[in-house]
């Protein structure tokens, strides 16, 4: 065991560094601890009827800039089901691909959240569908 202490001491110090620099918002708990904002952590398949992608922003992010955070969060959204699909040994054909394009455009929501530190500016990019899950799954060949 001793003779794997250093490269057990390097992982764990490599994954502190990974997960502190995916941390986006820092805040502290009242225990002097700095605690990551639960707004931050639920993307993806929220409830059965609900997919979400959570953008954040700059604080001062204007008016003007909405329609490009709209834009990345559209993306974003496509890219995240698209990988759904694909690691769930479906196959992903342009005929899906414009069916989920449709389903973004269609019942996919941009709402402005208040974020705890005042730092930055969170959007949620709602999607909201009966069965969202089922209905990625039917529109995708086996």
Avoid: W
């Avoid at 929220?46 to 490009?68: E, M, P, Q, Y």
């Avoid at 709209?70 to 196959?91: E, F, G, V, W």
Wanted: hydrophobic letters at 35%; proline letters at 1%.
């Amino acid at each position: 065991m001793k003779k794997h202490a250093p490269l057990l001491l390097i992982l764990t110090l490599a994954a502190a560094i990974v997960y502190s620099s995916c941390s986006t918002n820092i805040q502290r708990d009242g225990s002097g601890v700095d605690a990551i904002d639960p707004i931050y952590q639920k993307e993806g398949f929220i409830s059965r009827d609900l997919f979400r992608v959570v953008i954040v922003a700059d604080k001062n992010t204007g008016h003007n800039d909405f329609d490009s955070i709209k834009d990345t969060a559209r993306k974003r959204s496509l890219a995240t089901l698209q990988k759904y699909i694909q690691t769930n040994q479906r196959t992903l054909t342009q005929n899906t691909r414009a069916e989920l394009l449709n389903l973004i455009d269609t019942s996919g929501k941009l709402i402005q959240r208040d974020d705890i530190s005042k730092r930055n500016k969170v959007f949620f990019f709602d999607i909201e569908k009966s069965d969202i899950r089922r209905y990625i799954d039917s529109i995708s060949a086996r």
